[in-house]
């Protein structure tokens, strides 16, 4: 009798217990301020009303490691989503990193082709294939200014100089070739290097630099606006292969309508963005950006060669 009645209650348990919502954990290499963590926010909202209590979001940032971190942990499934910078392309579709490279674009939209048309179906190939992470969204950002100690108007001025840059394989041949001492580290501990002089430069978009609080420990902002990139948006391929089509447009259409909206706040804050960094102590320079361009140009051409064909005449294109 006893083991019936258990057996009853077990049963009605099953039946008036809800299921328990899936998570989607989100990896963001950014700090709370900036841009791409309120994108992050929006889109947590959107999923979470429009899946009506079916998914959950989490967003996790930068105490569960850096950006190469949330990377392999998103291809590997342990987070659902991950923000990328520049390192999701030279890391998993080599043969198409070229939309980030130092001193080549003029704008964005200049960039953005090589995620478009048969080149954009060969990138996303790649990054399913080599990291089993597939390209969901694309964020502009502003474009990348160096920043330092005293006025960097020409290469001369860069000579020697311990540079922090991304762990970037082309990015470390270019500002070789320039002249400065590329040092790779993880961006939360680039201000620690700074004021400890590990490193002396480093380069980053002006919100980066103001979020960072990097006005405490460098004086310059260089104008050099040598790299016009995206944040790249991945999930986890497995992950989207196991949503139904009607989850994978739903969760489509949220991060859409999130990058569309931080589009808009990147390109109307990156004045206001200036005007607090000038606040808080900094000088803006205008450096003689066709040195930089000239000087970078035979380590332009190297890297350009081990790029797929297509991609390699579209970079060439622009430098000649």
Avoid: C
Avoid at 94 to 114: G, K, M, Q, T
Avoid at 186 to 191: D, H, I, M, T
Avoid at 282 to 297: H, I, S
Avoid at 306 to 317: C, G, I, M, N, Q
């Amino acid at each position: 009798m006893t083991r019936h009645i258990m057996a009853a209650l077990l049963v009605g348990t099953a039946f008036t217990t809800p299921a328990f919502a899936e998570d989607i954990a989100i990896a963001l290499h950014v700090d709370p301020g900036h841009e791409m963590f309120q994108v992050g926010e929006r889109l947590k909202e959107t999923i979470e009303e429009r899946m009506e209590g079916r998914f959950t979001v989490t967003l996790l940032g930068t105490e569960v490691g850096g950006e190469r971190d949330h990377l392999e942990g998103a291809s590997i499934g342990e987070y659902q989503i991950a923000l990328g910078g520049s390192m999701p392309m030279s890391l998993y579709a080599a043969p198409y990193a070229a939309s980030d490279l130092p001193f080549v674009f003029n704008s964005s939209a200049d960039a953005r082709r090589v995620y478009e048309g048969e080149i954009g179906d060969a990138v996303q190939e790649s990054l399913v294939t080599n990291g089993n992470l597939r390209l969901v969204g694309l964020s502009i950002r502003n474009p990348r200014n160096l920043t330092s100690k005293v006025p960097v108007l020409s290469p001369d001025d860069v000579s020697g100089a311990r540079l922090r840059i991304p762990e970037i394989t082309p990015w470390v041949e270019i500002w070789s070739e320039i002249g400065a001492l590329p040092s790779p580290i993880a961006w939360p501990e680039v201000y620690t290097s700074l004021q400890t002089g590990v490193i002396e430069m480093q380069e980053n978009p002006v919100d980066f630099i103001y979020n960072g609080k990097l006005f405490e420990v460098q004086s310059h902002v260089n104008q050099t606006e040598h790299v016009y990139s995206f944040f790249h948006w991945l999930m986890n391929n497995g992950f989207y292969e196991g949503l139904s089509e009607d989850d994978r447009v739903l969760i489509q259409a949220a991060i859409d309508e999130a990058i569309a909206w931080g589009d808009e706040l990147v390109q109307g804050n990156e004045a206001k963005v200036y005007d607090q960094l000038v606040e808080a102590g900094m000088e803006l320079t205008e450096p003689d950006v066709d040195a930089f361009r000239a000087k970078a140009e035979p380590a332009i051409r190297r890297v350009a060669d081990t790029f797929a064909p297509e991609v390699r005449d579209y970079v060439l294109s622009q430098i000649d």
